[in-house]
């Protein structure tokens, strides 16, 4: 038996910069957000296992709630500044959720055995509601658009997997286990949206609250924008595995063949229809390794499919936004993604050293790319997913590591590593439609490095990392991106015999070049402490943890493709000082010594 509970107050910023690329000339964005969250969480847990009869069974109960509310502003610019907008909103929601397995392994008297198992879960998001006021201005004189938003979403969803497998021993050490799965999923979701301005110029900067008589919050109901669906999924899964383990071997293959039919209620503005759809789905999995003396050869394939979620493939548009309109695609196709990778790892006991290479590679079929149209007079974009050929990926690592000294009292461990990335997608139209496709290519590194020094209950380490991503393409008037993250420090863990009181404390720097934000290429030094302390033999352990205590630290991430980049910032008050209990529950069965 297990709980949590977790209260969070967080007060959080995001700034971003964005750069998307076009044959036309490369677009430039700017947003900035803020907000504050108030969320309660908990989640009871129970595992049960009676071996006796080999049953095993995990349960859990979760809810949380949320209170939110947000300020933010953006800005796209095209030589000159093409459109501006600030925002704000609250919101509330609450998340109720039950989950859980039970499996059941009996064995027989020849020795195969039979495997039983249920997965079962529900779970309801209601209320889910938000309130936004937004406002968008055009350079090119166009009228501001002022929106009123208040949208009332709601979800609800269960799911139960029975599966049947008879796991056969053959010869030579084999074994084989033919196994049928039945599986069925319900989801119910609606979102209804209302147009607040629309009911006179008194609700035009309202935000918070709503009409007094339902015939006036109807009178502002956004058609355009507001859905419900329900959709019932039943999956038919024949699987096969197939594994052999020994001293020097292990082999595990599975071949899964399923097959799936669902059935959707669609309704908004425009359509109110049934809709049906079948598919089949092959995922196989294969693993292998081999052993002999210090040496270990691991190799490894996988396939999976990803099918369109079936609700965007039905008719229609999202213009909540007047800057980013959304129109949805039909003929979405499944993803299907093959990744193969291999590592072999030698040891070598009188040199007490360890070394590993590996590499590893996936090719996407029918990935999701975005269809983008960008209009030059306000500045808006319109998308519409498609699916896109070409993208694929390959790395390949490696590693040493060991000890030094007579009494092995310093470990140094180096790894290296570099990921080529190959990034296909649609190109960016300026005011209309085009099939032309962009590709940038990525190359990406890293290096770790680590020395350790043990004595007694005294454990003292330095260490430092580098990572690196160059990007290029043969675009027309695509500049090179060479962007860099390092990090250096030391850790220090030591126990206080006399008092049993564990202490450990770490500090690094952060740093950053390159970027083109100059908000990004910053030095953050950051400093945790921890302090803990067991009791009642073990059962009752106190522990207070300090992070961010020189309170620098603030998160940066970048990402690169084929239509562009974005560089975020984000800011929080990440300092402060945690007190955690934790007691262990144990209890024997009866009759047990």
């Known amino acids: 038996f297990n709980a949590t509970a977790t209260w969070t107050d967080a007060d959080n910023e995001r700034h971003s910069a964005t750069e998307t690329f076009a044959s036309a000339g490369s677009i430039a964005g700017g947003s900035s957000a803020a907000s504050r969250a108030k969320d309660f969480s908990t989640m009871i847990g129970n595992n049960l296992r009676l071996r006796t009869i080999n049953l095993m069974s995990r349960n859990f109960v979760q809810y949380s709630s949320s209170r939110r509310s947000s300020w933010g502003s953006d800005s796209t610019l095209r030589d000159t500044l093409a459109n ?28 195969d055995f039979i495997n039983l198992a249920a997965t079962y879960s529900w779970q309801r998001r209601r209320p889910d509601e938000q309130f936004g006021l937004s406002r968008s201005q055009y350079a090119s004189g166009k009228p501001a658009d002022l929106r009123n938003y208040y949208t009332d979403a709601a979800d609800e969803s269960y799911d139960y997997a029975l599966t049947l497998g008879y796991t056969m021993e053959l010869p030579r050490g084999w074994y084989v286990e033919p196994k049928a799965e039945y599986g069925q999923q319900w989801q119910s979701a609606s979102t209804s949206r209302y147009r607040l301005e629309r009911l006179g110029e008194r609700w035009a900067g309202a935000t918070g609250f709503l009409p007094s008589t339902r015939d006036s919050l109807q009178a502002a109901f956004d058609w355009d924008n507001s859905d419900r669906s329900s959709t019932l999924t039943r999956t038919y899964t024949a699987t096969v595995i197939l594994q052999k383990a020994t001293e020097n071997m292990e082999f595990f293959l599975v071949l899964p063949l399923g097959f799936s039919r669902e059935r959707m209620h669609f309704c908004d503005y425009d359509v109110d229809t049934v809709a049906t759809r079948t598919y089949r789905q092959f995922s196989p999995w294969l693993d292998f390794s081999y052993r002999k003396g210090g040496q270990r050869h691991s190799l490894s394939y996988e396939m999976q499919t990803t099918q369109p979620d079936f609700a965007s493939l039905m008719p229609g548009d999202d213009t909540t936004n007047p800057l980013a309109r959304s129109v949805s695609n039909p003929n979405l196709k499944a993803t299907t993604e093959h990744t193969a990778s291999w590592q072999s790892t030698f040891r070598c006991d009188s040199a007490r050293l360890t070394w590993h290479v590996g590499a590893n590679v996936t090719v996407v079929s029918n990935a999701v790319g975005r269809r983008t149209s960008y209009n030059t007079a306000t500045g808006a974009y319109t998308y519409m997913d498609d699916n896109v050929n070409g993208n694929w990926q390959a790395a390949a690592k490696a590693g040493i590591s060991g000890k030094l000294g007579a009494r092995r009292r310093l470990r140094y461990d180096a790894r290296a590593g570099v990921d080529y990335q190959h990034s296909v997608d649609f190109d960016v139209a300026y005011d209309g439609e085009t099939g032309a496709l962009s590709k940038v290519n990525t190359v990406a590194t890293a290096l770790n490095l680590r020395l350790a020094y043990t004595l007694g209950k005294l454990t003292a380490g330095i260490g430092g990392k580098l990572d690196s991503r160059h990007s290029r393409s043969r675009r027309e008037g695509f500049e090179a991106i060479n962007v860099f993250d390092y990090q250096y420090g030391a850790s220090l863990q030591y126990t206080i015999p006399l008092l049993a009181l564990n202490l450990s404390t770490d500090i690094k720097m952060f740093s950053r070049r390159g970027y083109g934000s100059a908000e990004m290429n910053t030095d953050d030094l950051a400093w945790n402490a921890q302090l803990s302390r067991s009791f009642l ?39 402060y000082v945690m007190l955690s209990l934790a007691w262990k529950f144990t209890q024997k069965a009866k009759g047990k010594k």
């Open 84 to 111: 501006s907008a600030w925002n704000r909103g609250q919101g509330r929601s609450r998340w109720v959720a039950v989950n859980g397995r039970t499996s059941w392994l009996p064995t027989l008297p020849w020795g």
């Open 537 to 575: 033999k073990g059962r009752l352990t106190a522990k207070v943890t300090a992070y961010d205590i020189l309170r620098q630290v603030s998160t940066k991430a970048f990402s690169i493709n084929a239509q562009g980049r974005t560089e975020t910032r984000y800011n929080c008050i990440p300092r």
